[in-house]
């Protein structure tokens, strides 16, 4: 099932608190200036957030690449706990967009995504439905394209 609006705003609301806000409120001795940016931050959650759920292909893609570079930076790859797959957030962008930075899925990554067991991916591998990266691991693609149709058979 697709996270609610709430769920995804919530979720990018709180991130940017602790991931950002916080912080700054910590180091400006706590401005006022902090209190007007977490108001921003609500009105922007809820635009993202609509993007990230019914925007067009292309505007999902852009707004998850801003959300993950912004509020998951590192100098090696986007490799968010598994957990995180789980998550409103994480729900959404695997739907959307499967996996923003890489080419291939670990099947451990590609369980996390659809909320089932490495066996479970292997299980799809092996009948087809899951495509096989030829280094390893799995498309991310094909767990986006599996997700939605997913969706797709719940709807219908």
């Known amino acids: 099932m697709s996270p609610s609006h709430h769920e995804v705003v919530d979720q990018l609301v709180r991130t940017i608190d602790i991931r950002l806000l916080d912080p700054l409120e910590i180091l400006l001795d706590g401005d006022d200036a902090v209190a007007a940016l977490r108001t ?4 922007r959650a809820e635009t993202w ?3 990230l759920l019914g925007g ?4 999902a893609v852009n707004t998850v690449m801003r959300i993950v570079s912004t509020l998951y930076p590192g100098d090696g790859p986007f490799e968010p706990p598994l957990d995180w797959w789980g998550t409103p957030l994480g729900q959404v962008v695997a739907r959307r967009v499967g996996h923003p930075t890489a ?3 670990s099947y451990a990554v590609a369980g996390a995504m659809l909320g089932i067991t490495r066996q479970g991916v ?3 591998v092996s009948r087809g439905k899951l495509i096989r990266h030829p280094e390893g ?3 991310p693609s094909s767990v986006r ?3 939605r149709a997913e969706g797709r058979a719940h709807r219908g």
């Open 145 to 147: 394209d599996r997700l």
């Open 49 to 51: 957030a609509q993007r």
């Open 56 to 59: 067009d292909d292309q505007e």
């Open 122 to 124: 292997h299980d799809l």
């Open 137 to 139: 691991g799995v498309l």
């Open 103 to 105: 080419a291939s899925v």
């Open 40 to 43: 921003l931050v609500r009105v």
